[in-house]
């Protein structure tokens, strides 16, 4: 009884920024994001009656306990659905540098929620995996699609209506996504208390979330048109309106640092240049830029002779869930 699968990161270009339930991690609004192709996590699962709890490896050593204890509450959610008692051996091996700024929750939860059904003999729908990936990180609902994925918030208080569908498969537009690496100095506020924060004290989080869902049906005509400048324009505006939330907030925190500014200046003046490129950032101080794949060199060199930035990750549009053997 055991199973492999791999999930792949996913970069938010409308953002989940939110939840009206802590608990089934429910978000306040829809978000869209793009599946990337060079980073991914591979988990194992397999189930064992004489396993007295959920023991974890990660990256090939045991996980610290804190990593176990998260793991282990997101298997018991996995047992829960599935009507299962016995404990788990899982290996999760993540090809997502840590400093990559690329949230590898997303990719593991997806994978672990792959691997842990498919262990247990069980078919489900993307729909359904993608409901249990939810439970373990919002994102990661995401990661279950390639490409160009929404996640549709839902309605209902049991969030049987919230979850990821596929918008464009990862092969119809062939963009670049360049991560810049840029240095971290202080302790970073998570994405999941800086969200609970900026719910529960930005005077701006009202209007973010008035305009989301303005920003999301923009950005998803702009996919179906192919059409670059208008979901790059989209999703720019998306994340500085995310980010104002956060420098509103009481006490209020700011996720950039200086080279963050370098890196939105570099942007802004390759657009004066004429070549489009347009950028977004998370829960940290890295920059994530879109191109076209034509600009994808000249952008590279650009962001790459920023004296601030540490290293720039070339990526493109990446697969949905996939299973081993590897
Ligand atoms: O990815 C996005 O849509 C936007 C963000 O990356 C912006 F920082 C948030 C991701 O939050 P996540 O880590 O999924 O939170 P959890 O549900 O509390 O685990």
């Known amino acids: 009884m055991e199973a492999t699968a791999r999930a792949h990161t996913n970069i938010a270009l409308i953002k989940y920024w939110g939840k009206r339930d802590e608990k089934l991690f429910l978000p306040m609004n829809s978000s869209l994001s793009i599946t990337l192709d060079r980073f991914y996590t591979t988990t194992k699962v397999a189930f064992d009656s004489a396993l007295k709890a959920d023991v974890f490896f990660l990256n090939g050593k045991p996980a610290i306990d804190a990593e176990t204890t998260k793991i282990s509450r997101f298997m018991d959610k996995i047992r829960a659905f599935a009507g299962e008692k016995r404990y788990a051996y899982i290996e999760s091996q993540n090809e997502v540098p840590i400093a990559a700024g690329l949230a590898s929750s997303a990719s593991g939860m997806a994978a672990l929620a792959a691997a842990a059904v498919k262990a247990l003999g069980i078919e489900v729908d993307g729909r359904t995996l993608s409901i249990l990936a939810r439970q373990g990180s919002g994102s990661a609902c995401r990661s279950i699609y390639g490409g160009f994925v929404e ?34 100095k202080q302790k970073k506020v998570s994405s999941r208390e800086g969200m609970k924060r900026t719910v529960s ?7 973010w979330l008035e305009t989301v869902e303005t920003d999301l049906a923009a950005a998803k005509s702009a996919i179906a048109a192919r059409d670059f400048t208008m979901l790059g324009r989209v999703l720019e505006a998306n994340a500085l309106k995310m980010h104002a939330t956060t420098i509103s907030a009481n006490p209020p925190f700011l996720y950039w640092q200086s080279a963050t500014l370098d890196v939105m200046q570099e942007v802004a003046l390759l657009r004066e240049r004429g070549i489009e ?8 101080p890295n920059v994530k830029v879109l191109c076209e794949r034509k600009d994808e060199e000249t952008v590279y060199h650009a962001l790459s002779a920023i004296p601030s930035v540490r290293e720039v990750l070339v990526c493109h549009p990446g697969p949905g869930i996939q299973y081993g053997p590897f």
Do not use: M, N, R
């Not at 990862?170 to 971290?184: G, K, P």
């Not at 004290?201 to 209007?207: C, E, G, I």
């Not at 490129?277 to 940290?284: K, L, Q, R, W």
């Open 151 to 184: 996640w549709q918030k839902g309605e209902k208080a049991d969030g049987s209506d919230s979850h990821a569908v596929p918008l464009l498969s990862e092969d119809d537009w062939d963009l670049s996504i360049l991560s810049c690496l840029v240095e971290s």
């Open 201 to 207: 004290t930005s005077p701006f989080y009202k209007a």
């Open 277 to 284: 490129a347009y950028f977004t950032i998370d829960a940290g």
